[in-house]
């Protein structure tokens, strides 16, 4: 893990900053590790706080956010689970203002070989953002979840500002 040098330093937070405020939704793929377990998947998230991913598994586990609610289904499961999305980290994660705000305050962004990252501070917890050293997109993040496990997401083929219908994010179409 590296410290960019002081000069590099603004125009890492200035590039990363552009690019988010040009930004108006993405698309990718992810891999997502929690503890041991990983799972796969894509996802369409338009800001503000708006996220659909469909996970690759036999169940078709879907999670959505509409803005204000989160909620997790999928075949597997008898009900669905709903959670208020200001209690998670992707409340901060799908806020673009907020990360922004965030980045115009920081005063370290650290790098390996592929990313640049920071990290921000939710209900006691560490949310580490990561972004693409090349394009400057967003490529990850490493947060804790409700239930107190490492989640790792890392993101890949990821596209921006598609044509995207809003009303993927219904959660009541995801509802048993």
């Given at each position: 893990?590296?410290?960019?040098?002081?000069?590099?330093?603004?125009?890492?937070k200035n590039e990363?900053?552009?690019?988010?405020?040009?930004?108006?939704?993405?698309?990718?793929?992810?891999?997502?590790?929690?503890?041991?377990?990983?799972?796969?998947?894509?996802?369409?998230?338009?800001?503000?706080?708006?996220?659909?991913?469909?996970?690759?598994?036999?169940?078709?586990?879907?999670?959505?956010?509409?803005?204000?609610?989160?909620?997790?289904?999928?075949?597997?499961?008898?009900?669905?689970?709903?959670?208020?999305?200001?209690?998670?980290?992707?409340?901060?994660?799908?806020?673009?203002?907020?990360?922004?705000?965030?980045?115009?305050?920081?005063?370290?962004?650290?790098?390996?070989?592929?990313?640049?990252?920071?990290?921000?501070?939710?209900?006691?917890?560490?949310?580490?953002?990561?972004?693409?050293k090349k394009r400057?997109?967003?490529?990850?993040?490493?947060?804790v979840d409700i239930?107190?496990?490492?989640?790792?997401?890392?993101?890949?083929?990821?596209?921006?500002?598609?044509?995207?219908?809003?009303?993927?994010?219904?959660?009541?179409?995801?509802?048993?």
């Open positions: 893990m590296l410290l960019i040098p002081l000069s590099s330093f603004a125009s890492t990363i900053k552009e690019k988010l405020e040009k930004t108006e939704n993405i698309y990718f793929k992810f891999k997502q590790k929690i503890n041991d377990k990983v799972e796969s998947g894509e996802c369409k998230l338009s800001y503000p706080k708006k996220i659909y991913c469909l996970y690759d598994d036999i169940y078709k586990k879907v999670l959505v956010s509409n803005g204000r609610s989160l909620i997790i289904n999928s075949k597997k499961i008898k009900n669905y689970y709903i959670y208020k999305l200001k209690d998670t980290p992707l409340d901060l994660i799908l806020d673009k203002k907020y990360l922004i705000k965030k980045i115009e305050s920081i005063n370290k962004i650290e790098e390996n070989n592929d990313t640049f990252f920071f990290e921000i501070e939710h209900n006691k917890n560490l949310v580490t953002i990561f972004f693409d400057f997109d967003i490529q990850g993040w490493t947060t239930y107190q496990n490492k989640v790792e997401t890392k993101l890949f083929e990821v596209e921006t500002n598609l044509m995207i219908d809003d009303n993927i994010y219904r959660i009541q179409k995801y509802i048993n």
